[in-house]
């Protein structure tokens, strides 16, 4: 039940980055949807080899090349799934900040308000 939560919620934040953020576009709830189950498969399988292979980068930039890995990980999302648009790096950038706030939130009301033990 907390995952199908959290897939909703993840979709209400990929229409708000786009609502409040002009470089991402998408077209459909149901766009959504997709885009964040391709997102959250991104970042399970892909992203922490990623992570892995650029860790000589990460320390020396004291953990910020994890946003570009963040962005290169909504860049990617945006390219498999036709109706979540980013317009260039910069934007997936951007977008991926606005998301990760807006996951960390929902981490958050699904962790303590609506599934604590």
């Given at each position: ?8 919620l993840?979709?209400?934040?990929l ?7 002009r ?15 391709v997102l959250g498969?991104?970042?399970?399988t ?15 930039t ?5 946003f570009?890995?963040?962005?290169l990980?909504?860049?990617a999302?945006?390219?498999?799934v ?13 977008g ?14 699904l ?7």
């Amino acid at each position: 039940m907390k995952l199908i939560f959290h897939w909703l919620l993840s979709a209400a934040a990929l229409l708000t980055v786009a609502y409040f953020y002009r470089g991402v576009s998408v077209t459909s709830f149901t766009s959504a949807l997709i885009a964040a189950a391709v997102l959250g498969a991104l970042n399970l399988t892909v992203r922490p080899l990623l992570v892995l292979l650029t860790l000589p980068v990460t320390v020396v930039t004291l953990g910020l090349f994890l946003f570009i890995i963040n962005a290169l990980m909504f860049w990617a999302a945006a390219s498999l799934v036709s109706g979540l648009a980013v317009r260039g790096f910069g934007a997936a950038l951007i977008g991926s900040l606005i998301y990760s706030v807006l996951q960390l939130f929902i981490g958050f009301i699904l962790d303590s308000l609506l599934f604590n033990k």
